[in-house]
Protein backbone atom coordinates (compact mmCIF):
# COMPACT_ATOMS: atom_id res chain seq x y z
CA UNK A 1 0.00 0.00 0.00
CA UNK A 2 0.98 3.70 -0.16
CA UNK A 3 2.40 3.89 -3.53
CA UNK A 4 3.11 6.62 -5.28
CA UNK A 5 3.82 7.08 -9.10
CA UNK A 6 5.30 9.97 -11.29
CA UNK A 7 5.50 10.45 -14.77
CA UNK A 8 7.28 10.53 -16.75
CA UNK A 9 10.52 8.94 -15.48
CA UNK A 10 12.95 10.58 -17.32
CA UNK A 11 12.20 13.69 -19.76
CA UNK A 12 14.62 15.42 -22.30
CA UNK A 13 13.22 18.67 -23.53
CA UNK A 14 14.14 22.12 -25.53
CA UNK A 15 15.29 25.26 -24.13
CA UNK A 16 12.02 27.57 -23.71
CA UNK A 17 9.55 24.69 -23.98
CA UNK A 18 7.72 23.62 -21.12
CA UNK A 19 7.38 20.10 -19.20
CA UNK A 20 4.69 19.15 -16.86
CA UNK A 21 5.57 15.96 -14.56
CA UNK A 22 2.41 14.17 -12.79
CA UNK A 23 2.33 12.81 -9.60
CA UNK A 24 -0.32 10.11 -8.26
CA UNK A 25 -0.95 8.08 -5.46
CA UNK A 26 -2.18 5.26 -6.28
CA UNK A 27 -3.85 3.08 -3.57
CA UNK A 28 -4.90 6.40 -1.34
CA UNK A 29 -5.82 9.64 -1.37
CA UNK A 30 -3.60 12.19 -0.12
CA UNK A 31 -4.69 16.10 0.81
CA UNK A 32 -1.62 17.23 0.66
CA UNK A 33 1.28 16.41 -1.55
CA UNK A 34 4.65 17.74 -1.23
CA UNK A 35 7.60 18.99 -4.72
CA UNK A 36 11.11 18.39 -3.88
CA UNK A 37 14.04 19.01 -6.20
CA UNK A 38 17.38 17.46 -5.78
CA UNK A 39 20.27 18.36 -7.04
CA UNK A 40 23.54 15.97 -8.32
CA UNK A 41 24.77 14.46 -4.57
CA UNK A 42 22.92 16.99 -2.40
CA UNK A 43 19.84 16.80 -0.56
CA UNK A 44 16.17 17.36 -0.81
CA UNK A 45 15.10 20.84 -1.42
CA UNK A 46 11.06 21.68 -0.46
CA UNK A 47 9.90 23.64 -3.67
CA UNK A 48 6.56 23.76 -2.46
CA UNK A 49 3.39 22.18 -0.73
CA UNK A 50 0.09 21.26 -2.77
CA UNK A 51 -3.34 20.82 -1.02
CA UNK A 52 -5.93 19.24 -3.19
CA UNK A 53 -8.34 22.11 -4.15
CA UNK A 54 -5.99 25.06 -3.48
CA UNK A 55 -3.26 27.32 -4.51
CA UNK A 56 0.04 25.63 -3.79
CA UNK A 57 2.21 27.05 -1.12
CA UNK A 58 5.37 27.93 -2.47
CA UNK A 59 9.39 27.88 -0.48
CA UNK A 60 10.99 31.03 -0.44
CA UNK A 61 12.96 31.63 -3.59
CA UNK A 62 11.08 29.22 -5.55
CA UNK A 63 8.91 31.11 -8.68
CA UNK A 64 5.71 29.76 -8.65
CA UNK A 65 5.18 31.14 -12.01
CA UNK A 66 7.98 29.18 -13.48
CA UNK A 67 7.33 26.19 -11.25
CA UNK A 68 3.22 25.33 -11.47
CA UNK A 69 1.67 23.30 -9.55
CA UNK A 70 -1.63 21.87 -9.91
CA UNK A 71 -3.47 19.66 -7.21
CA UNK A 72 -7.22 18.89 -9.37
CA UNK A 73 -8.09 15.44 -7.28
CA UNK A 74 -6.87 13.84 -4.14
CA UNK A 75 -4.52 11.51 -6.22
CA UNK A 76 -2.92 13.77 -8.26
CA UNK A 77 -0.79 16.50 -8.42
CA UNK A 78 1.15 18.01 -11.50
CA UNK A 79 4.02 19.98 -11.48
CA UNK A 80 5.23 22.33 -14.88
CA UNK A 81 7.89 23.72 -15.77
CA UNK A 82 7.45 26.53 -17.74
CA UNK A 83 9.71 27.60 -20.31
CA UNK A 84 12.61 25.46 -19.21
CA UNK A 85 16.21 26.32 -19.28
CA UNK A 86 19.66 24.46 -18.43
CA UNK A 87 19.55 25.33 -15.12
CA UNK A 88 16.06 23.80 -14.42
CA UNK A 89 18.27 20.47 -15.43
CA UNK A 90 17.33 18.05 -11.97
CA UNK A 91 15.64 15.33 -10.00
CA UNK A 92 12.55 16.08 -9.06
CA UNK A 93 10.75 14.31 -6.72
CA UNK A 94 7.24 14.29 -5.29
CA UNK A 95 5.22 13.23 -2.03
CA UNK A 96 2.03 11.87 -1.04
CA UNK A 97 0.80 12.50 2.68
CA UNK A 98 -1.33 10.07 4.47
CA UNK A 99 -2.33 9.34 8.07
CA UNK A 100 -0.65 6.25 9.23
CA UNK A 101 -1.65 5.03 12.52
CA UNK A 102 -1.22 8.52 14.29
CA UNK A 103 0.93 10.18 11.89
CA UNK A 104 1.21 11.95 8.97
CA UNK A 105 3.73 10.49 6.40
CA UNK A 106 4.84 11.02 3.50
CA UNK A 107 5.43 8.33 0.38
CA UNK A 108 8.21 9.24 -2.50
CA UNK A 109 7.26 9.16 -5.70
CA UNK A 110 10.46 7.30 -7.62
CA UNK A 111 11.32 10.78 -9.16
CA UNK A 112 11.30 12.40 -12.76
CA UNK A 113 15.14 13.29 -14.36
CA UNK A 114 14.72 16.43 -16.43
CA UNK A 115 17.50 17.60 -18.86
CA UNK A 116 17.09 20.71 -20.33
CA UNK A 117 19.13 20.84 -23.42
CA UNK B 1 14.52 27.39 11.54
CA UNK B 2 15.00 23.94 11.35
CA UNK B 3 18.21 21.99 9.92
CA UNK B 4 19.46 18.73 10.18
CA UNK B 5 23.18 17.89 10.16
CA UNK B 6 24.80 14.12 9.37
CA UNK B 7 28.20 13.21 8.27
CA UNK B 8 29.75 13.39 5.00
CA UNK B 9 30.10 10.80 3.34
CA UNK B 10 31.35 8.68 1.37
CA UNK B 11 31.45 6.22 3.96
CA UNK B 12 33.04 2.64 2.53
CA UNK B 13 32.98 -0.47 4.55
CA UNK B 14 33.24 -4.42 3.74
CA UNK B 15 30.57 -6.43 4.43
CA UNK B 16 29.67 -7.73 7.86
CA UNK B 17 31.30 -4.10 9.66
CA UNK B 18 29.63 -1.72 11.61
CA UNK B 19 28.19 1.08 10.81
CA UNK B 20 27.40 4.48 12.32
CA UNK B 21 26.07 7.48 10.27
CA UNK B 22 25.62 10.41 12.49
CA UNK B 23 22.91 12.97 12.77
CA UNK B 24 22.18 15.88 14.51
CA UNK B 25 18.99 18.60 14.41
CA UNK B 26 18.12 22.28 15.08
CA UNK B 27 14.64 22.28 15.74
CA UNK B 28 11.86 24.10 17.64
CA UNK B 29 9.61 22.32 19.88
CA UNK B 30 9.50 18.72 19.27
CA UNK B 31 9.95 17.38 15.43
CA UNK B 32 9.61 13.72 14.65
CA UNK B 33 12.84 12.17 13.26
CA UNK B 34 13.52 9.99 10.17
CA UNK B 35 16.05 8.24 8.40
CA UNK B 36 15.26 7.56 4.31
CA UNK B 37 17.39 5.30 2.43
CA UNK B 38 17.68 5.93 -1.70
CA UNK B 39 19.28 3.28 -3.84
CA UNK B 40 20.73 3.72 -7.33
CA UNK B 41 17.85 5.05 -9.98
CA UNK B 42 14.71 5.06 -7.10
CA UNK B 43 12.94 7.04 -4.79
CA UNK B 44 13.17 8.03 -0.97
CA UNK B 45 12.06 4.78 0.91
CA UNK B 46 11.33 5.49 4.71
CA UNK B 47 13.78 3.31 6.69
CA UNK B 48 12.83 4.02 10.23
CA UNK B 49 11.44 6.80 11.99
CA UNK B 50 10.75 7.69 16.02
CA UNK B 51 8.46 10.98 17.09
CA UNK B 52 9.35 11.68 20.45
CA UNK B 53 12.33 11.36 23.17
CA UNK B 54 14.17 8.21 23.53
CA UNK B 55 12.21 6.11 20.87
CA UNK B 56 14.17 4.16 19.08
CA UNK B 57 13.33 3.54 15.44
CA UNK B 58 14.25 0.41 13.82
CA UNK B 59 14.10 -1.92 10.59
CA UNK B 60 15.64 -4.13 8.60
CA UNK B 61 18.58 -4.60 11.13
CA UNK B 62 19.31 -0.93 11.71
CA UNK B 63 18.53 1.61 14.37
CA UNK B 64 18.64 5.10 15.52
CA UNK B 65 17.77 6.46 18.91
CA UNK B 66 15.84 9.92 19.15
CA UNK B 67 18.69 11.90 21.72
CA UNK B 68 16.52 15.07 22.81
CA UNK B 69 19.64 15.89 25.38
CA UNK B 70 22.48 15.71 22.11
CA UNK B 71 19.61 16.56 19.61
CA UNK B 72 20.79 13.39 17.95
CA UNK B 73 19.49 10.85 15.50
CA UNK B 74 22.52 8.71 14.83
CA UNK B 75 22.03 5.38 12.44
CA UNK B 76 23.56 2.28 12.81
CA UNK B 77 23.77 -1.34 11.95
CA UNK B 78 25.75 -3.82 13.12
CA UNK B 79 26.54 -5.88 10.50
CA UNK B 80 26.28 -3.97 6.58
CA UNK B 81 25.50 -6.28 3.53
CA UNK B 82 26.41 -5.23 0.09
CA UNK B 83 22.80 -4.77 -0.51
CA UNK B 84 22.60 -2.01 1.90
CA UNK B 85 24.56 0.48 -0.24
CA UNK B 86 23.06 3.39 -1.09
CA UNK B 87 22.42 7.08 -0.01
CA UNK B 88 20.92 7.93 3.25
CA UNK B 89 19.39 10.80 4.27
CA UNK B 90 18.23 11.92 8.08
CA UNK B 91 14.92 14.32 8.13
CA UNK B 92 13.20 15.99 10.65
CA UNK B 93 9.48 17.06 10.47
CA UNK B 94 7.79 19.59 12.00
CA UNK B 95 3.99 20.28 13.30
CA UNK B 96 3.21 21.42 9.62
CA UNK B 97 4.62 18.22 8.70
CA UNK B 98 7.46 19.42 6.59
CA UNK B 99 10.13 17.90 6.11
CA UNK B 100 13.38 19.13 6.02
CA UNK B 101 16.43 16.62 5.13
CA UNK B 102 20.32 16.45 5.64
CA UNK B 103 22.58 16.53 3.03
CA UNK B 104 22.70 13.01 2.25
CA UNK B 105 25.68 9.88 3.21
CA UNK B 106 26.64 7.41 0.12
CA UNK B 107 27.43 4.27 1.44
CA UNK B 108 29.02 1.70 -0.22
CA UNK B 109 29.26 -1.25 0.98
CA UNK B 110 32.04 -4.11 -0.63
CA UNK B 111 32.30 -7.73 -0.74
Known sequence: GAVVSQHPSRVICKSGTSVKIECRS???QA???????QFPKQSLMLMATSNEGSKATYEQGVEKDKF???H????LSTLTVTSAHPEDSSFYICSASAVVGSYNEQFFGPGTRLTVL | GNSVTQMEGP???SEEAFLTINCTYTATGYPS????????GEGLQLLLKATKADDKGSNKGFEATYRKETTSFHLEKGSVQVSDSAVYFCALSDS???LTFGKG???TVNP
Open chain 1, 26 to 28: LDF
Open chain 1, 31 to 37: TTMFWYR
Open chain 1, 68 to 70: LIN
Open chain 1, 72 to 75: ASLT
Open chain 2, 11 to 13: VTL
Open chain 2, 33 to 40: LFWYVQYP
Open chain 2, 96 to 98: NYK
Open chain 2, 105 to 107: TLL
